[in-house]
């Protein structure tokens, strides 16, 4: 697992990579290489930590973006939200290269503490749901149950939360001004796909409903 662990990071850090680089027209861009070494290093870190502490989690995050089990309306949000993912990306290079956009240092830095920030989000997340897979099914297998404490007795969707502040801090750290206006085109992919794997947990887990109930907040407390 650890072999596919680092393979999986490296494989993921190299297209990243070569989308960012390729699409800028230089490599000489120290933000990116930053950015490049910060991830690693969280998802490497993170990785590790689970292998020792939740082996079955890290496995499941490990998995394929399809799977057997997973919701067919699923299979194609992962299609659409990784295709959207790999031209943003490709964005924030081209950003780079036109140099349409000139951020204040501080602001890019600001970026880079945000990364971490939201990581130390998706560890919290990881620390209470052993179920968190990266696609929608119930996983009737591992013995499901749902998850109330720790960031989940906040929000329902702690690791959505995550997730969309690292689509903020990303383009800080990389000083593209057209990678943060795009990134918000993400908050409402992720706002349909919350509402529809809510139906599912809702259908299919026992006692989602009576959570839903008592922690009110998706994604913001008291905003939504």
């Avoid at 662990?5 to 490599?27: C, N, Q, Y």
């Avoid at 290093?41 to 490990?62: C, F, K, Q, S, Y």
């Avoid at 119930?138 to 989940?152: L, M, S």
Wanted: with cysteine; charged share 15%; aromatic share 12%.
């Amino acid at each position: 697992m650890i072999a596919k662990l680092i393979v999986s990071t490296v494989g993921l850090m190299a297209v990243l990579a070569v989308l960012l680089f390729a699409s800028a027209g230089t490599i000489d861009w120290p933000a990116a290489w930053g950015f490049l070494a910060e991830l690693s290093a969280l998802n490497l870190g993170i990785g590790l930590w689970l292998a020792r502490r939740d082996p079955g989690l890290l496995a499941e995050r490990l998995g394929s973006p399809f799977q057997r089990a997973q919701k067919a309306w699923d299979k194609l949000f992962m299609a659409v939200i990784m295709v959207l993912y790999f031209a943003w990306i490709a964005l924030i290079g081209l950003d780079a290269r036109w140099e349409v956009s000139r951020m204040p240092a501080w602001l890019q830095w600001l970026g880079a503490v945000l990364v971490a920030l939201s990581m130390y989000v998706v560890c919290l997340t990881f620390r209470e749901n052993s179920f968190a897979a990266p696609v929608v099914k119930i996983q009737r297998e591992r013995g499901q149950t749902v998850v109330t404490t720790g960031p989940y007795a906040i929000v329902r969707h702690p690791m959505y939360a995550g997730g969309l502040l690292v689509l903020i801090a990303m383009p800080l750290q990389l000083g593209s001004w057209l990678g943060l206006a795009a990134a918000l085109l993400f908050a409402p992919l992720l706002s349909v796909r919350i509402v529809m794997e809510e139906r599912t947990l809702r259908a299919e887990l026992e006692g989602y409903d009576d959570y839903a109930r008592r922690v009110r907040w998706r994604l913001i407390p008291r905003v939504w």
